[in-house]
């Protein structure tokens, strides 16, 4: 059981560059979260799901989307990268009433 | 939109004293609140959470009270160590929907 797992650790890109993280989580959860963590701000809510096929914004969602087509599986595309994208992005995963648990987190540095 | 602030944003004590963490926020429908720590590098980890039908919840060195008359919610270490240096983030459930709001977190640094 991994809990919940994200893809790559870390990454560089360009500005205008794309790229796609992903989260995976193998305990069945309907709930999936994106957020990314800045200093001083703590964490802010990008994009959730409650289910396999939806998705909904979150506080932070603009420059983002996401894709939940397999319920295991949460999404985060950047379609052209910005230096203000520069960030550690966590995804977590929860079901019902239970708390959240997260993943490990993605270091993403915007040049 | 929901707001919650918390405080300190730092704080320092010697080992064995106890440290407070409160949170205020400004929806009085929420209902749950949990509490996450973030040790360097790593990701934020739930040590306690507590639901709005309760008042006090404690887990060892740990506690969590509540006052939804006054909304705030406080995290309370007592006989503090050296490993609880860590960034303590507290958390809220908007009632109503699945979204959490995260406060700004507090550096705690526990002085050997």
């Known amino acids: 059981n991994a809990g919940v797992t994200q893809t790559p650790k870390f990454r560089v890109l360009k500005t205008g560059q794309s790229m796609t993280l992903l989260c995976a989580q193998d305990m069945n959860h309907e709930y999936m979260y994106w957020y990314r963590q800045d200093p001083g701000m703590g964490l802010r809510l990008i994009h959730y799901s409650v289910g396999e096929g939806t998705t909904a914004k979150g506080e932070v969602p603009d420059g983002y989307n996401v894709s939940r087509l397999k319920k295991q599986n949460f999404l985060l595309g950047l379609e052209s990268a910005a230096p203000s994208q520069t960030s550690v992005y966590f995804c977590?995963?929860?079901?019902?009433?239970?708390?959240?648990?997260f993943g490990p987190g993605t270091r993403l540095t915007v040049l | 939109g929901e707001n919650v602030e918390q405080h300190p944003s730092t704080l320092s004590v010697q080992e064995g004293d106890s440290a407070v963490i409160k949170c205020t926020y400004s929806d009085s429908a929420s209902n749950y609140f949990p509490w996450y720590k973030q040790e360097l590098g790593k990701r934020p980890q739930l040590i306690i959470d507590?639901?709005?039908?309760?008042g006090e919840k404690k887990d060892q060195r740990i506690a969590v009270t509540l006052n939804k008359t006054a909304k705030h919610f406080s995290l309370h270490i007592t006989e503090t160590q050296p490993e609880d240096s860590a960034v303590y983030f507290c958390?809220?459930?908007?009632?109503?929907?699945?979204?959490?709001?995260f406060g700004t977190g507090t550096r705690l640094k526990v002085l050997a």
């Open positions: 507590i639901r709005s039908n309760v």
């Open positions: 958390a809220l459930l908007r009632a109503g929907t699945y979204k959490y709001i």
């Open positions: 977590a995963s929860k079901a019902g009433v239970l708390p959240q648990y």
